[in-house]
């Protein structure tokens, strides 16, 4: 990165950090520091809940994926306005009505103590290990950039974001989410303009994209149901649907977002911001990268982007053999090269035969390459059998240090920073939300003072922002961050949106029934997956369905009490 | 009827060209049926 890079850099990073601090005030009570004293806007929440979820492996991995893999990871997110809906309906009144500080407060109403501590438990288990692979996934950037061990980046995101958030609280966080966003807007925006501009003179936008679905990427909706295909319409549209009203519905770290919302309806139309504008973003995030496939079709591209890996087997005794398969890789690059440029020719002539013959010729070069490139991997694999043979999150990073000009550089790798940064401070607040209310407030020190569970959120933040980022610093031997965050989540949420849809609509259900719906629920789950009986997207379906199954099944065995269960106001 | 029922109350916060919750969340399914219309053709047209 050139010196203008490293201020842009520098500069976005602080004002952003400065302008968050500054806006969050004086927080004199745990309200105001959890809450932000509930007096967001709609546009405030809108931004916070998108900011929240699209994280930097959104911005890192995405594009990758659609470089390797095509657009049809955007059906993952076909669920969410459904799921939007259903939340704006059912969850946001009742959150609203009870004032709660966290969506488990809830559970101790309808049901009892113990369901609340064992869903905040699994909240706590499966935010605190995916809060580090959120932060761990700039640090790579960092680290590929400056040649610095990622432990050094690791640690200056992970202070950063414990700063401002200890010190402002959920109001610094909103905040700087609100200006976070607009930057991330702009950088992508400017990005996609200028991977378009890099294209070759004869090769516009309509080309690059015609191109790229000739081999195979414009593959945006897959009708074919497949439970073992992890993106389909279906698994989309169900799976999908589960999997976005476990993590909004259930998910401290979305709860705790749109809970800060002065009114039901602000907090309503947030989500429903995020319902129209989610999947047209991540469309575009996604067309980013088929655009940068577009353009490697034309510039060779490394044989495999992750610098670190490629200097690993260089530097061991198959040297040699990887060297030969560069050199086969470029001619084989420059042979699909002009295999590309005959199929651009052919689309000007609009002669379906001749654009057939050009597409049948090109798949050819194309699948020599990539051979080539899975015996490279193959080699590293002999090299070391922990290699990641995965470098999805390495593409985009790779075209944008190459590419583009400077100043932009900066502002991309800014972007990456500061969705990392948002998405992570959402998380440490929404942690030390659970454990405080949850866990300190309710069971360990029920009668202590204000001020005393304010000191208690902060050392909440900053104790997790410490496991976190311990955790990151473990996250680089995982493949695709994004899946691994995803089939993490898919674990655990299905369960605990089982329980939260009993308590809403299952008003005869009682807690011991649901206690052990869910502790059984969550043991099947873990052994499909182990197992992977089915692709992971189900596995939110199933684990809510068997909750209520259970629940159902053996709550006749469980009598009622005769005078009620106890409500304990939050 | 339970989720129609809990919507049906007209909200002052609501946009001035909204009549009613209910519509809104009307809007938000038909712009998901729209995107997939849209993502449809796309898949077919770039294939």
């Known amino acids: 990165m050139s010196l203008t890079d490293w201020i842009v850099l520098a500069?976005?990073?602080?004002?952003?950090?400065i302008y968050g601090?500054?806006?969050?005030?004086?927080?004199?009570?745990?309200d105001q520091f959890l809450m932000g004293g509930r007096s967001m806007r709609w546009y405030h929440v809108g931004l916070s809940v998108m900011a929240t979820q699209a994280s930097a492996i959104t911005f890192l991995s995405a594009p990758g994926q659609a470089y390797s893999d095509g657009m049809r990871f955007v059906q993952f997110y076909l669920g969410l306005?459904?799921?939007?809906?259903v939340l704006c309906v059912t969850f946001v009144p009742i959150f609203h009505k009870l004032k709660v500080y966290t969506a488990y407060e809830f559970l101790e109403n309808r049901f009892d103590l113990k369901t609340r501590a064992l869903t905040s438990f699994l909240f706590l288990i499966q935010r605190g290990l995916s809060t580090g692979i959120t932060i761990y996934a700039p640090s790579i950037i960092l680290s590929t950039i400056l040649n610095i061990n990622t432990v050094y980046t690791t640690l200056f995101i992970g202070s950063l974001v414990i700063f401002y958030t200890v010190y402002g609280g959920t109001k610094a966080v909103s905040y700087t989410q609100l200006l976070q966003m607009s930057i991330i807007f702009l950088g992508m925006f400017f990005a996609g303009v200028l991977v378009v501009h890099l294209l070759p003179g004869n090769v516009g936008?309509?080309?690059?994209?015609?191109?790229?679905?000739?081999?195979?990427?414009?593959?945006?909706?897959d009708w074919?149901?497949?439970?073992?295909?992890?993106?389909?319409?279906w698994s989309g549209l169900i799976g999908g649907f589960f999997l976005q009203l476990s993590y909004f519905g259930t998910d401290q770290s979305q709860v705790g977002r749109y809970l800060t919302g002065s009114s039901v309806g602000q907090s309503r139309m947030g989500l429903i911001m995020n319902g129209l504008l989610k999947i047209p973003m991540q469309f575009l995030i996604l067309l980013i990268g088929i655009l940068v496939f577009a353009f490697y079709q034309f510039k060779r591209p490394p044989m495999f982007f992750n610098r670190y890996e490629v200097e690993q087997v260089k530097s061991s005794s198959y040297s040699a053999q990887y060297n030969k398969l560069e050199t086969q890789y470029a001619t084989a690059f420059e042979q699909r090269k002009s295999k590309s440029e005959a199929l651009i020719k052919a689309f000007d002539t609009k002669d379906q035969a001749q654009i057939a013959q050009a597409q049948s010729a090109l798949k050819v070069a194309d699948k020599q390459?990539?051979?080539?490139?899975?015996?490279?991997?193959?080699?590293?694999k002999k090299n070391n059998a922990k290699a990641n043979g995965d470098d999805t999150n390495y593409v985009f990073l790779n075209f944008v240090t190459h590419y583009l000009p400077r100043g932009l550089i900066g502002l991309l790798v800014a972007i990456i920073f500061l969705a990392s940064m948002g998405s992570t401070?959402?998380?440490?607040?929404?942690?030390?939300?659970?454990s405080v209310v949850d866990i300190y407030k309710r069971i360990i020190n029920p009668d202590a003072s204000d001020k005393n569970y304010l000191d208690a959120s902060r050392l909440a933040t900053v104790f997790w922002g410490v496991v976190c980022v311990g955790m990151a610093l473990y996250a680089s031997k995982v493949g695709n961050l994004l899946e691994f965050v995803n089939q993490l989540g898919s674990y655990i949420y299905g369960t605990i949106l089982g329980v939260f849809v009993v308590a809403f609509y299952l008003k005869k259900v009682r807690g011991n029934a649901v206690f052990i719906a869910a502790v059984v629920t969550e043991i099947v789950i873990c052994i499909l997956g182990y197992f992977e009986v089915v692709a992971y997207l189900w596995l939110n379906a199933i684990g809510c369905i068997l909750v209520i199954l259970i629940a159902v099944g053996i709550n006749p065995l469980f009598p009622q009490k005769v005078a009620g269960q106890k409500v304990r106001p939050s | 009827m339970y989720l129609l029922g809990a919507v049906a109350t007209p909200d002052p916060e609501l946009p001035s060209?909204?009549?009613s919750w209910n519509q809104f969340y009307g809007i938000v399914a038909g712009w998901l049926v729209l995107l997939i219309f849209i993502f449809w053709l796309i898949t077919i047209l770039f294939e």
């Not at chain 1, 306005?81 to 809906?85: D, F, H, L, R, T």
């Not at chain 1, 149901?225 to 389909?232: E, K, L, M, Q």
């Open chain 1, 224 to 233: 074919k149901f497949d439970p073992d295909n992890r993106y389909n319409i």
């Open chain 1, 369 to 380: 390459t990539t051979d080539i490139r899975k015996e490279a991997i193959g080699i590293m």
């Open chain 2, 17 to 19: 060209f909204i009549r």
């Open chain 1, 205 to 221: 936008f309509g080309k690059a994209v015609k191109l790229a679905g000739k081999l195979g990427r414009m593959n945006v909706i």
């Open chain 1, 81 to 85: 306005p459904v799921a939007m809906i």
């Open chain 1, 21 to 30: 601090v500054w806006k969050s005030g004086i927080n004199k009570n745990i």
């Open chain 1, 425 to 434: 401070a959402s998380a440490l607040n929404s942690l030390a939300s659970t």
């Open chain 1, 11 to 17: 500069a976005t990073l602080l004002v952003i950090v």
